[in-house]
């Protein structure tokens, strides 16, 4: 089974903190994701990379960036976060037949 | 941009019951799938359904592509099939474009 895991379940950070997310897959997919989903909104894509040292910009990317040094690890930064900035955090890689798996999430609550 | 509804936004049923999820997207799609996110958070790939129907278990999907809609039926529902539904659709990239979602609640 394809696993694909994230640093942390909750994350509380504070206003003007650099905040690390990593996701870690392990079915050396060379496609991963990053989404935020909020209420009423869905998901919607921050980021995402085709393989190792290659990003490309999603639908949200603003305040936000990433960084794809191995082939399975793929990490969110928020350079300076903001309470907008609050919300659940969804990792996914891509395997062949462009079914896509989820990491558990990570809620970040920013103060 | 491409414009993925679904219907209905809320769903409560007793554990036993049928329902229909629906899924319109305004626009020609590559692909289009189905996942449930459990109360914890965890989304669950259930189906990928570009065209025609699927099943797996109580659960099956259809997808009308010329007619821009998709259905996710669940017979027998039980209380685990609680969380949240989505319906994504990709037009011939990698990037999906998920509806708001369906909120089922199934009560004993």
């Known amino acids: 089974d394809v696993k694909v895991t994230q640093s942390s379940r909750y994350l509380v950070k504070r206003t003007g903190e650099k905040v690390f997310l990593e996701c870690v897959q392990d079915?050396?997919?060379?496609?991963m994701f990053w989404y935020r989903q909020d209420p009423g909104l869905g998901l919607r894509l921050i980021y995402f990379?085709?393989?190792?040292?290659?990003?490309e910009k999603g639908d949200i990317p603003e305040g936000y960036s990433v960084s794809r040094e191995k082939k399975e690890r793929f990490s969110l930064i928020l350079e300076s976060a903001s309470t907008n900035q609050t919300s659940m955090y969804l990792c996914?890689?891509?395997?062949?037949?462009?079914?896509?798996?989820f990491g558990p999430g990570t809620r970040l609550t920013v103060l | 941009g491409i414009q993925v509804e679904q219907s209905p936004p809320d769903l409560i049923l007793q554990e036993g019951a049928n329902s229909t999820l629906r899924c319109n997207f305004s626009?020609?799609?590559?692909?289009l799938q189905w996942f449930h996110q459990n109360p914890w958070g965890q989304l669950i790939n259930l189906f990928y359904?570009?065209?025609g129907t699927k099943q797996n278990g109580r659960l099956s999907a259809t997808t009308v592509a010329t007619e821009r809609y998709s259905l996710l039926y669940i017979s027998s529902s039980q209380t685990t099939d609680s969380g949240v539904y989505f319906c994504?659709?990709?037009?011939?990239?990698?990037?999906?474009?998920f509806g708001t979602g369906t909120r089922l609640q199934v009560f004993p």
């Open positions: 996914a890689s891509m395997g062949e037949g462009d079914t896509q798996y």
């Open positions: 079915m050396d997919h060379e496609n």
């Open positions: 990379s085709y393989d190792v040292k290659m990003k």
């Open positions: 626009d020609s799609v590559n692909n």
């Open positions: 359904i570009p065209s």
């Open positions: 994504a659709v990709d037009m011939w990239t990698d990037k999906l474009i």
